[in-house]
């Protein structure tokens, strides 16, 4: 076996362990060897176009991470059919596969590779894809609104590394709104705006982070209005994201909500507890492939950490680093030990905050004489379901969130029975007048 074929086993024998069994027998299982080494790139012939693709829309970044952790010399992988080798010395397809240059601000660690997709991101992650296919065709703007923390830059910066990855020339720009509105501040001043617009004209793709700072700021907003039209009359693709849909913005002009609402929307919500289990997974994992947590330990950190991936992960990092540190296993035990402090942290800004969802859960399961557990159980008895369904119905009537991530609170449940669970409880509460002395009573503990 050559050099080249070892580290290819070596990388399956990962892949294996990283994709479902499904992908890795119908991608990567039937690749057995390579077919040739050539001017850093490993060459290897796959028995279709769909493969091939497939390889290097999904999985090339973490192909070539593999490759960088069990090769010390920088090699690049090139997946092509039989029919591709007649015409491989394309010398622009070589410059392709080797280049590892990131400009633009995009950050090589977002991919869609290890974007884990679940119920509450799909469609935005098949349309993203679509749009990276398809730059400045499918869809113009492309507005991509959630809470904080669930996955917007990842997606966002994963179009544009995607891009990238496919032609090098695309000349993508990736920058947060603020550092959008520095920018013109800094050049106008200086009466620099020719420097201005070379940076922000001559674009093939514009990734404008976090729209929602920008508002207020009026004269940077006339100027991204501008800039929009520009792009956007020349077929350029414009990707933004923001915490809330268009049409909910303050103090952004309506000429450009107007805008963006007239491309396509999609939204990322909380993900559900397995899909957490499988993002926590996948970060371990890419950490340290060798790193073995338990699933009770993940199961720990993906039920306390419920909202905000990005807090989920860091979570992960400090019981990873306080283990370490401590030269201590990892049980559960280390896990509460570690994470103390955050959860601490995370309740005390919970009351600050106001979302004090916990609070509703705990009157009502007071009020009612059940544990805080069987209150968010699974358990069926009316003596639970009606306290249960009551937690929902305030929870949504106080805070508006979404049906969904009110079910992230109730182990999980889904839209549909949040919603059910909340209709029930209003219409009883429109004939029964002892729930509704019961209800009012438990509000006034709530505010209290
Ligand atoms: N589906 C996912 N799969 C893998 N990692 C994810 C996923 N969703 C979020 N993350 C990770 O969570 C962290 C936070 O994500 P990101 O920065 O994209 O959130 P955001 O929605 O842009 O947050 P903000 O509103 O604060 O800008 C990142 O490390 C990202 O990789």
Known sequence: MNIYDDL????????????????YNEIFAPIKSTHKFQNGLIFIIVESEFIKNRISRMYMPKINELATKHFDQAVRFKFVTAQDLISED???????TINTYRPGNLNNAYSFDNFVVGKSNTFAFRMAMKVAD???VVANPFYIFGDVGLGKTHLMQAIGNYILDNDVN??????????FIEDFTNLLRKEKMDDFNHKYRDIDVL????????????????????????????NKQIIITSDKPASELKNIMSRLTSRFEAGLTVDIQVPDLDHRLTILKRKLSSFDPNNDVSDDVLEFIASSFVTNIREMEGALIRLLSYAS???????????????DPLLKTKKRSNNLNENNYDKIQSVVS??????????????????????????????????????KTIGTLFSDRDHSTVLAACEKIENELRQDAN??????????????
């Not at 290819?8 to 992908?23: F, H, Q, R, T």
């Not at 501008?226 to 956007?232: A, N, P, V």
């Not at 369904?389 to 805070?399: D, E, F, Q, R």
């Not at 729930?435 to 209290?448: C, F, G, R």
């Open 325 to 339: 540190a401590c030269n201590l296993d990892i049980t559960l035990d280390v896990a509460y030990e570690a994470l």
């Open 207 to 234: 990734l404008v982070d976090d729209i929602q700072i920008m508002a207020g700021a009026n004269r940077t907003q006339m100027e991204f209005f501008k800039l929009f039209d520009y792009l956007y009359l020349n």
């Open 134 to 136: 398809q730059p400045g």
């Open 90 to 96: 394309s010398p622009k397809d070589r410059v392709l």
């Open 435 to 448: 729930l509704k002395i019961a209800v009012d009573t438990i509000v006034k503990k709530v505010d209290a």
């Open 366 to 403: 007071e009020f009612y004489n059940i544990s805080l557990q069987d209150l968010i159980g699974k358990k069926r008895h009316s003596k639970y379901t009606l306290p249960r369904h009551i937690a929902m119905y305030l929870i949504k009537l106080k805070y508006n969130i979404p049906y």
């Open 170 to 179: 695309q000349r993508v720009l990736y920058v947060k709104a603020d550092g």
């Open 8 to 23: 290819w086993n070596k990388i399956l024998k990962d892949l294996e362990y990283i994709y479902s069994e499904e992908v």
